[in-house]
């Protein structure tokens, strides 16, 4: 099938399509005027669509792999906004320096800010390395993928492709390379990918997981914001046009600052506002509805009609944060004791946390 391009946000350009018979979606993003966050969770594993809902972020994918045993840890190099959580163990990392600048590199640098680190390159200067052809399994195996990469023009490149959904269990990391470097890659690295590949825009999941349940909580989802973004995001909008006008007030009357071209996108929103009778501008035209609802878009810092006279133009729900896990009653432990003279036992205790 062909590939299909949108742009759903400034800056942001979208590819659909299928590569090796698998469905994928790939993001290319100029982070000019974005930030970014790489959240330390202590430990907690949350799903990228949840906590890009919770903080109004535009995009969300897992990053960092990590311990599938608790305590769960990252493994490699992981930064939050300065603070390393992770130390660096070597492996390739992706990093978006304070000024904005995305790099993906090996060893140390004094400008981690938002980093987290991957397996193997898959792309260097532009060129794909031979070991990926070898006969290892870790290079014969397929699986989902998600997979980062930095375009020569600068901008951050998100690859995420289906697997062990219908035909076959995904791609090889030769094949994500090709996928990567037709998209103009320069450099790129495999992150954690089978269940856990996950890439959220507008609050929606772009690919099916491969997990029966569903989308799988991770250990830091890299979130994406435009420059307004990064509240609380108290309510998700969807729209139910193509086209819909963004304005600086919740009237017709007020400045068209944008617009959201696809019915269907999903946007957060902090503050939904009702009016309160028939309102007209100074000329006498009618610019809302005793009822009429407008919403305050989080990223976009602008106003969408949710219903205007009388008309719907989206649907509203309350965002109910995500149940935290249950802290952990005690930890079991094996010991095994031996002491001159006598035999050897093993026994198993608890450990309660102090």
Request: proline share 7%; hydrophobic share 35%; with cysteine.
């Amino acid at each position: 099938m062909p590939d299909i391009t949108i742009t759903p946000y400034v800056g942001v350009t979208q590819v659909t399509g299928e590569r090796y018979g698998h469905k994928f979606s790939c993001l290319l993003v100029d982070m000019n005027n974005r930030r970014v966050r790489l959240p330390n969770t202590q430990g907690t594993l949350i799903r990228p669509s949840d906590l890009a809902k919770q903080t109004g972020a535009i995009l969300a994918m897992n990053a960092s792999p990590w311990t599938k045993t608790e305590p769960y840890q990252p493994l490699g190099l992981a930064v939050s906004e300065g603070e390393i959580y992770s130390p660096d163990t070597g492996e390739p990392y992706l990093n978006v320096r304070r000024d904005g600048v995305v790099e993906i590199q090996k060893g140390y640098s004094d400008d981690w800010y938002n980093a987290f680190a991957g397996f193997r390159f898959l792309i260097i200067e532009g060129a794909i390395p031979d070991y990926l052809k070898g006969s290892e399994v870790q290079y014969t195996e397929r699986h989902p993928r998600s997979l980062w990469g930095v375009h020569k023009d600068g901008r951050l490149i998100h690859l995420a492709v289906e697997g062990r959904v219908e035909a076959g269990d995904g791609i090889t990391l030769y094949e994500g390379a090709l996928i990567l470097k037709s998209f103009g890659a320069f450099r790129a690295f495999d992150g954690d990918s089978g269940g856990s590949t996950s890439q959220v825009v507008g609050g929606k999941l772009t690919i099916r997981p491969s997990d029966p349940t569903g989308e799988r909580p991770v250990i830091n989802p890299f979130l994406i914001f435009d420059v307004e973004g990064g509240s609380m995001a108290t309510y998700e909008v969807t729209t139910q046009r193509n086209n819909m006008s963004l304005r600086k007030d919740h009237n017709t009357g007020a400045d068209r600052v944008g617009s959201i071209p696809n019915a269907q996108t999903v946007l957060a929103a902090d503050e939904i506002w009702t009016a309160p009778g028939d309102l007209y501008n100074s000329a006498g035209t009618q610019i809302n509805k005793a009822g009429d609802q407008w919403a305050h878009l989080v990223n976009e810092n602008a106003w969408i009609a949710i219903t205007h006279l009388g008309v719907v133009y989206c649907s509203y729900k309350v965002l109910t944060p995500p149940d935290s896990p249950p802290p952990p009653s005690g930890r079991t432990a094996t010991v095994t004791i031996k002491v001159d003279g006598y035999k050897s036992q093993t026994i198993n205790i608890t450990l309660e946390p102090e």
